[in-house]
């Protein structure tokens, strides 16, 4: 890797913080001043909160729940009430019955100090590690998995260890002490998944005091610091407008009779609950304040963060997502509760973030390529479809939004079963998919029992992975050339760190072992690509496709590539020029048992041929994350030009040995 020359560097930070707006980067800069001098520890006070009573209660109502679904939800629950935790929809981890809620379960290491105030905690811990595998278990996704599992069984056991965890949070926890209240996104996917749960119990219309109140004191803390998510311009602060906008109202409509102190340190505080009053104060700010400043941000961060052709800020397939199950609990809780609905806008930006998933998930799997950052996140719960099925999501929006299904009838309906959706649902597969360019950063390629898409920069925002011109490619529902996920975000082997979100983890060309961006912090990249031109998908004859694109990294080495395709032949052109001494051009294949011949690599799936006027190529062993805090080996094609050598082309030709 080159090292950054310190005057250079600092020409690099100016011109990134142009690119991040002033406004951002000024709020970011005043808070971090604020938490470093202890001033923003005034606006944050300690409290003990309500746990001496059951956040839900008994039902004796069954619900009439599909049997092919039962099995594996009460297998799921059954490990939970056993001490289990399903960490990013993947690892299953004993944590305890009640869980220890500081524990790193990859280390088994726990968080030093939790009794410190969130704002004097830092993002990275020497004894615990990744902060995010001490948050993953005050998620709640456990939550929603035992009111589910409590509504079709009627068990007690599932309902008693609901509320004892729940009791048990509480009490660990206090408000504003603690790792697990420093991300005001954290405490949004709590309130969304306590509300789910109330729900799916039939309880969100006559809910417990506690409940109420641990609502209520979430939306305090995240009203309180929304500007810093607001700052970010991704996905937090989409969700922390959500859990304001639907806990306000919440808390607002389904309020109580009679006055209840809450305030367990000096029984001073009355929240008085008037039939007749809408705007009455709680705690010394109206629910309705949390529901306009909610309304507020959600408007303006879907019209700002969406594109037109639903393209997202982040560039992640997986955050897409995160964006679409936070709009499917907005609109679905917007109707529930009877409020105003949103802006034309807002719903078109909506549907069009629907269909730019829906492009980009394979039809049969329900698949989708493993762009961008990956940190395991998935909100909508209700149901147990794999972490890597985008299926649950589509399905549900496109019911929500279009008022009909995306595919046939599966287990990936049970979203909408829980939300009362299913019924007047009709079908409407096979929707066609056609290749197209997306102004937002994408072209989507269709061939016959293949497609492909590329990267290509667009970047209005931050970006994440250095996967300038990544091409993906899938054939019957395999992805044989691959994303790489992200893998942890603090991972304790530093190598991790340097491999995941390189250039050397995605299909693209590599310069000198430099990337394409420099890394100028964890979450932070410098001199944004931008694109020398993006051609539209042209026609040839015999029925080929063709795309083209052309961008110049930060030290002027220059890359255009043409792929053409046509049914499951696959052509990739990589023209390079510049002052570089060595180029790799990477593709990053699916696991199998590969053989190189002449310049010919064979698998089961097809072959690749390479040809050029002198090159070298190997097979060399690389790595993938599909989940975070997972990763495994994937076979990595490496084409080495020799200099002077400018132009490379690589052939895929699928199905060619009788792929099935």
Not at 97 to 114: A, K
Not at 249 to 254: I, K, L, S
Not at 259 to 275: A, E, F, G, I, K
Not at 312 to 337: A, C, E, G, M, P
Request: aromatic share 14%; with cysteine; hydrophobic share 35%.
């Amino acid at each position: 890797m080159h090292p950054i020359a310190p005057l250079k560097k600092i020409l690099l930070y100016t011109y990134t913080i142009c690119r991040l707006g002033f406004w951002n980067v000024a709020y970011v800069a005043w808070y971090r001043f604020t938490l470093k001098s202890r001033i923003r520890k005034l606006f944050f006070p300690q409290r003990s909160l309500s746990a001496d009573a059951p956040f839900f209660h008994e039902s004796s109502n069954l619900i009439d729940f599909p049997d092919s679904w039962k099995a594996a939800l009460l297998e799921d629950a059954d490990k939970i009430v056993q001490g289990q935790l399903r960490y990013y929809a993947y690892h299953w981890k004993f944590v305890g019955n009640p869980p220890n809620w500081f524990l790193n379960p990859f280390n088994g290491r726990t968080w030093g100090n939790p009794h410190k105030h969130w704002t004097t905690i830092d993002d990275i811990n020497e004894s615990a590690g990744d902060i995010k595998n001490i948050w993953e278990a005050s998620r709640f996704e456990w939550v929603v998995t035992l009111a589910r599992a409590y509504a079709v069984s009627g068990k007690a056991i599932y309902l008693e260890t609901l509320n004892r965890w729940l009791s048990d949070w509480v009490e660990k926890n206090p408000m504003n002490i603690g790792p697990n209240w420093k991300c005001g996104q954290e405490a949004a996917i709590r309130v969304l998944s306590l509300l789910q749960a109330a729900s799916i119990m039939g309880q969100w219309d006559k809910p417990t005091t506690v409940l109420h109140e641990f609502i209520y004191r979430h939306l305090e803390r995240i009203s309180a610091n929304i500007r810093y998510a607001i700052a970010q311009d991704n996905n937090h602060g989409t969700s922390e407008a959500a859990a304001l906008f639907i806990g306000g109202h919440w808390c607002t409509q389904y309020r109580f009779k009679d006055s209840t102190r809450w305030d367990s340190l000096n029984h001073v505080l009355q929240y008085m609950y008037c039939r007749g009053r809408k705007n009455e104060k709680i705690g010394g700010i109206r629910c309705n304040d949390f529901v306009r400043q909610g309304r507020k941000w959600l408007e303006n961060r879907i019209r700002k963060l969406v594109e037109e052709d639903g393209s997202f800020s982040q560039h992640s397939i997986t955050y897409h997502r995160v964006l679409l199950d936070t709009l499917i609990f907005v609109v679905n809780w917007q109707r529930k509760l009877g409020t105003a609905p949103f802006s034309s806008i807002f719903y078109q930006r909506s549907k069009a973030a629907l269909d730019w998933l829906s492009i980009f998930t394979d039809t049969s799997t329900g698949k989708a390529p493993n762009l961008g950052a990956n940190d395991g996140a998935m909100l909508l719960h209700t149901h147990s479809c794999d972490y890597r099925d985008f299926r649950p999501t589509i399905q549900t929006a496109s019911v929500l939004f279009n008022g009909h299904k995306a595919y046939t009838s599966g287990p990936w309906d049970e979203p909408c079963y829980w939300l009362g959706l299913n019924e007047t649902a009709i079908e409407d597969v096979g929707t066609g998919k056609t290749s197209r360019v997306l102004p937002g950063g994408y072209v989507f390629m269709d061939g016959k029992d293949s497609w492909g898409m590329i990267r290509f920069p667009m970047y209005r925002f931050r970006p994440a992975h250095n996967d300038v011109f990544h091409f993906d490619l899938w054939f019957k529902g395999e992805n044989i050339c691959r994303d790489d996920g992200s893998y942890s975000y603090n991972p304790e082997n530093a190598t991790d760190g340097d491999y995941f979100g390189s250039v050397k983890s995605h299909n693209t060309v590599g310069f000198d072992n430099g990337e394409q961006m420099p890394q100028l912090g964890r979450f932070l990249m410098g001199r944004w690509i931008r694109a020398e031109d993006i051609g539209p998908i042209k026609l040839g004859s015999e029925g080929w496709q063709c795309w083209r694109g052309v961008y110049k990294d930060w030290r002027g080495n220059r890359h255009q590539r043409v792929i053409s395709w046509k049914e499951n032949e696959w052509v990739i052109e990589d023209d390079l020029s510049g002052d570089f001494e060595r180029a790799e051009i990477i593709f990053r294949l699916v696991p199998d048992t590969y053989q190189i011949k002449d310049n010919i690599i064979s698998a089961a799936w097809g072959n690749i041929g390479v040809t050029g006027s002198d090159f070298q190529i190997r097979l060399a062993a690389g790595f993938e994350s599909l989940y975070y805090q997972q990763k495994q080996h994937v076979d990595v094609l490496v084409i080495s030009p020799a200099k002077g050598c400018d132009r490379i082309k690589t052939k895929f030709i699928l199905g060619f040995q009788g792929a099935d």
